[in-house]
């Protein structure tokens, strides 16, 4: 496992101080395995970030905006390619009712979050997962468009937007009525894109 994320040892690369020692220079790929660890739970992590980029190709997209930086709260928000970027660094505080603001009219859905158990986390977004967020005309931070969501500390959330999140059928997505009108222009849209294609 690499030192991105931490390491049970301290770090020394070969130096003339150590006599160019690499005994404390060295990835400790076992780390993932050990259950008193939470390596595995940061692979899974890191496993499910490729996922995603794989998916998505958020780095490969040009759009980027940083939608919110709030020192306060502790609070970054940001769009990168089709998704929408959103951390709390508070170490206390979780907010309720958070308001965001997006790009994108369409739904939005929770992609990822790290407060799931999967990556060891306390599992205060687990009624998210299965349901759209519901975005509103109103625009906030500079963005067309807003949405409110729960945002607990210590937590990032990946959100994608309905009308990206349809293209892949990759993504598991909460249900939705393909005649609902929320839906519906979106779903249209993209067809009429196929088409083209």
């Known amino acids: 496992m690499g030192n991105e ?52 190709g958020t780095l490969l997209k040009q759009h980027q905006y940083v939608t919110l930086q709030k020192e306060d709260d502790k609070v970054i928000v940001y769009e990168k390619g089709e998704l929408i970027f959103i951390y709390n660094f508070h170490t206390n505080n979780s907010y309720t009712d958070y308001l965001i603001g997006t790009h994108w009219r369409s739904d939005h859905m929770i992609l990822i979050e790290t407060d799931e158990e999967r990556f060891g986390g306390h599992q205060r977004l687990n009624d998210g997962h299965n349901r759209w967020i519901k975005v509103n005309n109103a625009g906030w931070c500079d963005r067309r468009h807003s949405l409110k969501v729960y945002i607990p500390s210590r937590c990032a959330i990946l959100l994608a937007p309905f009308e990206f999140a349809q293209k892949y059928d990759e993504i598991q997505k909460p249900h939705y009525d393909p005649e609902d009108p929320d839906f519906k222009p979106f779903i249209q849209a993209y067809q009429e894109e196929l088409k083209k294609t």
């Open 5 to 56: 994320f931490g390491h049970p040892e301290w770090i020394d690369f070969p130096r003339e101080g150590n006599n160019n020692s690499y005994h404390y220079c060295r990835r400790q790929w076992s780390l993932l395995d050990n259950e008193n660890l939470r390596f595995k739970q940061l692979g899974e992590w890191d496993r499910q970030m490729i996922f995603v980029e794989s998916v998505f």
